[in-house]
């Protein structure tokens, strides 16, 4: 039946969309079908009535943002932007979960629409805190023609109880982000049953302590008016963010498995379908969408144009720039024989790039002078002062990780993280996100070794720095003195993705031969030598160690070349001829790092390394004692000399 009015229209179009978040799954055999069919009602609110966007422009820079932080749902996303006209085509909707398909198992930043990558429970609301942090910063400097939009972001169970999101909901309501509207699918379902079996907080006292607006909407998930009021409502809420909490039933209108938490999970068999068809009145056929309702979304989904044609106007220059033209020309320049921790020559970089980098903004987790991560003057980024570039995270580290992911994902703004690099731990999750889903920003890492100290092995890194390069497409970045921490910033800089610096506590000698600009090719020549016997690869701290062994060979006839080998992704992504000028393969080769061996085998013969943990003492007597020392690397290199001439 063709329907008449426009609420048989909107009734129509949920239920197309809860048919094909059955037939996808359905057909991928896979689950995930019982929340994106709950749901259904509330994206078509937001997708037709709520949202400011255009279809047409997925990446219109005032648009507002949208973040399914329960990523399991992704059907739900894709059919709207199939729906509404992002450019998913109904045969993308056919090929879920395939190989090369644009409908991954869970929402990538790479489709169309997708604003950030979730899956993983609890990093989409932290994404949002970033989000709305990213917005209302640029909106303070740019002004409302520019920026004016908001986030909204839907979480369930499974991302509150996530650390993350306790993190970041207490930093979103200290800063008072009132851009930010988060639902909560109250739906009291989790994978393994009742959400009760193990979560009994009062979300919405929870969210009160924080500072949050909460707004308990109750039973009203199939009720359009109800929940866009509630969302005009959240969006007109300035001085904080808002929860609303929406009670919905997994699985709706299943006859067999609402409230049903195999509804998760588990795809509906033939029957269950047809048997949800019926009870919606819809034909019995897969992926069955009408015209008149695509041609209803297509109509929603282009009413931004007006409102994006207008932004166009005011703003001819375009969206607001994270750098400026010659920003690399502004980092320092550090003098040979000085000795400075890389992390103090990081914070001159950070300075100097405060001015020709407006976009640049961060800060660190409750670690900004040790870390080196103050922004300019360190005006705060708070409610009273959204113009603020510097994030006081406080002690929160994994939040503070998601928000850079965020923030970068917004655009505009060029966002930074610092703590220490043993707590790197805390915020891998969203390390890998950020990986993942190329979001460009910097983790500044300090206090990067053994050398950290009298604090002991608690505070001393080991295995960090191998199991960061172990992160596809993170650009680990350990710069060996102040020279080459100015190449890493321009380095990172000028990378789409994420980058990892690894700066050290303790000063260290900045070097006559080392380059900034090198740092760009990964690895290059420090020290070299006639006819190289051997040949010493260093990193950080352990490249004036390097030198100095060089040194001391030298003196006993032993011709060494000194590679610094600050970044390995840049190294290896060279032409292999190249990696074989600067690292000859038939030349006995031995790595220093003061972390562990494993993976140095790539390029080395023999690894000197820490495969321990550290120990509480002063941090050269550290180094020192696990290895870190001239004669250690010495007879290192001798012993491999022998052991190839036996
Ligand atoms: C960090 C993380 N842990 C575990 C999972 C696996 N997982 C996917 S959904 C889910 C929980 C589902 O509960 P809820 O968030 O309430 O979603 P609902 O079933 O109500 O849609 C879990 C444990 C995950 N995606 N991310
Ligand atoms: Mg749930």
């Not at 701290?541 to 970044?567: I, K």
């Given at each position: 039946?063709?329907?008449?009015?426009?609420?048989?229209?909107?009734?129509?179009?949920?239920?197309?969309?809860?048919?094909?978040?059955?037939?996808?799954?359905?057909?991928?055999?896979?689950?995930?079908?019982?929340?994106?069919?709950?749901?259904?009602?509330?994206?078509?609110?937001?997708?037709?009535?709520?949202?400011?966007?255009?279809?047409?422009?997925?990446?219109?820079?005032?648009?507002?943002r949208?973040?399914?932080?329960?990523?399991?749902?992704?059907?739900?996303?894709?059919?709207?932007?199939?729906?509404t006209?992002?450019g998913?085509?109904?045969?993308?909707?056919?090929?879920?979960?395939?190989?090369?398909?644009?409908?991954?198992?869970?929402p990538?930043?790479?489709?169309?629409?997708?604003?950030?990558?979730?899956?993983?429970?609890?990093?989409?609301?932290?994404?949002?805190?970033?989000m709305?942090?990213?917005?209302?910063?640029?909106?303070?400097?740019?002004?409302?023609?520019?920026?004016?939009?908001?986030?909204?972001?839907?979480?369930?169970?499974?991302?509150?109880?996530?650390?993350?999101?306790?993190?970041?909901?207490?930093l979103?309501?200290?800063?008072?982000?009132?851009?930010?509207?988060?639902?909560?699918?109250?739906?009291?379902i989790?994978?393994?049953?009742?959400?009760?079996?193990?979560?009994?907080?009062?979300?919405?006292?929870?969210?009160?302590?924080?500072?949050?607006?909460?707004?308990?909407?109750?039973?009203?998930?199939?009720?359009?008016?109800a929940?866009?009021?509630?969302?005009?409502?959240?969006?007109?809420?300035?001085?904080?963010?808002?929860l609303?909490?929406?009670r919905?039933?997994?699985?709706?209108?299943?006859?067999?498995?609402?409230?049903?938490?195999?509804?998760?999970?588990?795809?509906?068999?033939?029957?269950?379908?047809?048997?949800?068809?019926?009870?919606?009145?819809?034909?019995?056929?897969?992926?069955?969408?009408?015209?008149?309702?695509?041609?209803?979304?297509?109509?929603?989904?282009?009413?931004?144009?007006?409102?994006?044609a207008?932004?166009?106007?005011?703003?001819?220059?375009?969206?607001?720039?994270?750098?400026?033209?010659?920003?690399?020309?502004?980092?320092?320049?550090?003098?040979?024989?000085?000795?400075?921790?890389?992390?103090?020559?990081?914070?001159a970089c950070?300075?100097?790039?405060?001015?020709?980098?407006?976009?640049?903004?961060?800060?660190?987790?409750?670690?900004?002078?040790?870390?080196?991560?103050?922004?300019?003057?360190?005006?705060?980024?708070?409610a009273?002062?959204?113009?603020?570039?510097?994030?006081?995270f406080?002690?929160?580290?994994?939040?503070?990780?998601?928000?850079?992911?965020?923030?970068?994902?917004?655009?505009?703004?060029?966002?930074?993280?610092?703590?220490?690099l043993?707590?790197?731990?805390?915020?891998?999750?969203?390390?890998?996100?950020?990986a993942?889903?190329?979001?460009?920003?910097?983790?500044?890492?300090?206090?990067?070794?053994?050398?950290?100290?009298?604090?002991?092995?608690?505070?001393?890194?080991?295995?960090?720095?191998?199991?960061?390069?172990?992160?596809?497409?993170?650009?680990?970045?350990?710069?060996g003195?102040?020279?080459?921490?100015?190449?890493?910033?321009?380095?990172?800089?000028?990378?789409?993705?994420?980058?990892?610096?690894?700066?050290?506590?303790?000063?260290?000698?900045?070097?006559?031969?080392?380059?900034?600009?090198?740092?760009?090719?990964?690895?290059?020549?420090?020290?070299?030598?006639?006819?190289?016997?051997?040949?010493?690869?260093?990193?950080?701290?352990?490249?004036?160690?390097?030198?100095?062994?060089?040194?001391?060979?030298?003196?006993?006839?032993?011709?060494?070349?000194?590679?610094?080998?600050?970044?390995?992704?840049?190294?290896?992504?060279?032409p292999?001829?190249e990696?074989?000028?600067?690292?000859?393969?038939?030349?006995?080769?031995?790595?220093?790092?003061?972390?562990?061996?494993?993976?140095?085998?790539?390029?080395?013969?023999l690894?000197?390394?820490?495969?321990?943990?550290?120990?509480?003492?002063?941090?050269?007597?550290?180094?020192?004692?696990?290895g870190?020392?001239?004669?250690?690397?010495?007879?290192?290199?001798?012993?491999?000399?022998?052991?190839?001439?036996?």
């Amino acid at each position: 039946m063709t329907p008449v009015t426009d609420q048989e229209l909107e009734q129509l179009g949920i239920n197309v969309i809860r048919g094909l978040a059955m037939d996808a799954p359905a057909k991928a055999n896979s689950g995930h079908q019982g929340t994106a069919m709950a749901l259904a009602p509330l994206a078509h609110v937001l997708y037709t009535r709520v949202m400011k966007y255009d279809a047409a422009d997925p990446e219109w820079f005032d648009r507002d943002r949208f973040i399914l932080s329960a990523g399991h749902a992704s059907i739900l996303q894709y059919s709207m932007l199939h729906l509404t006209g992002f450019g998913l085509t109904l045969d993308d909707l056919e090929s879920f979960r395939q190989w090369g398909s644009a409908t991954p198992g869970h929402p990538e930043a790479h489709t169309p629409g997708v604003e950030v990558t979730t899956g993983p429970l609890g990093q989409g609301f932290a994404n949002g805190v970033g989000m709305a942090i990213a917005e209302r910063n640029l909106r303070a400097r740019n002004g409302v023609d520019a920026c004016d939009h908001h986030t909204f972001v839907i979480a369930g169970d499974g991302c509150l109880s996530e650390g993350v999101s306790h993190e970041a909901a207490s930093l979103a309501g200290h800063l008072g982000l009132g851009r930010l509207v988060v639902v909560y699918d109250d739906n009291h379902i989790t994978i393994d049953g009742d959400a009760s079996l193990s979560l009994s907080d009062d979300a919405p006292a929870r969210f009160r302590a924080y500072g949050w607006d909460v707004d308990e909407i109750g039973e009203v998930a199939e009720d359009l008016d109800a929940l866009e009021a509630a969302l005009d409502r959240a969006k007109r809420i300035e001085d904080r963010p808002t929860l609303i909490v929406l009670r919905s039933r997994i699985g709706f209108p299943s006859p067999d498995h609402t409230d049903d938490h195999e509804a998760h999970g588990l795809a509906f068999d033939a029957g269950d379908i047809t048997r949800t068809k019926e009870v919606m009145g819809i034909p019995d056929e897969a992926f069955y969408v009408p015209d008149h309702v695509v041609a209803h979304y297509r109509l929603a989904g282009g009413r931004g144009s007006a409102a994006r044609a207008q932004w166009e106007r005011r703003n001819p220059g375009g969206a607001p720039q994270a750098t400026t033209e010659g920003w690399a020309d502004a980092l320092p320049a550090f003098e040979p024989g000085d000795s400075i921790a890389t992390r103090k020559s990081s914070q001159a970089c950070v300075t100097a790039l405060s001015d020709v980098v407006p976009g640049l903004i961060g800060g660190a987790a409750d670690l900004t002078g040790n870390t080196g991560t103050k922004i300019g003057d360190g005006a705060p980024h708070t409610a009273e002062t959204p113009e603020g570039r510097q994030i006081y995270f406080g002690v929160r580290e994994h939040a503070m990780g998601s928000v850079l992911v965020g923030a970068a994902k917004h655009g505009g703004v060029l966002p930074i993280g610092g703590t220490f690099l043993v707590f790197a731990d805390y915020m891998r999750p969203a390390v890998r996100m950020a990986a993942l889903s190329e979001a460009k920003c910097v983790f500044v890492y300090t206090h990067d070794s053994v050398g950290v100290g009298e604090d002991g092995p608690t505070h001393q890194p080991v295995e960090h720095i191998m199991s960061l390069r172990a992160i596809p497409e993170l650009q680990v970045i350990r710069p060996g003195d102040a020279t080459e921490t100015a190449g890493a910033w321009k380095l990172a800089l000028e990378t789409d993705g994420p980058t990892a610096l690894i700066l050290s506590r303790q000063n260290m000698p900045v070097l006559e031969t080392t380059s900034a600009d090198a740092v760009a090719g990964g690895a290059y020549v420090v020290v070299d030598v006639e006819e190289p016997d051997a040949v010493l690869i260093g990193t950080g701290s352990e490249l004036s160690l390097c030198v100095d062994a060089a040194a001391a060979l030298a003196r006993q006839g032993v011709a060494t070349r000194v590679v610094s080998m600050p970044c390995w992704n840049v190294f290896e992504a060279r032409p292999l001829a190249e990696q074989d000028e600067v690292l000859p393969p038939e030349l006995p080769t031995v790595s220093v790092e003061a972390g562990v061996t494993l993976g140095w085998e790539r390029h080395a013969d023999l690894a000197v390394g820490i495969d321990r943990f550290g120990a509480s003492a002063p941090g050269g007597t550290v180094l020192r004692e696990l290895g870190m020392n001239v004669d250690n690397v010495v007879s290192a290199v001798t012993d491999l000399l022998s052991a190839i001439s036996d």
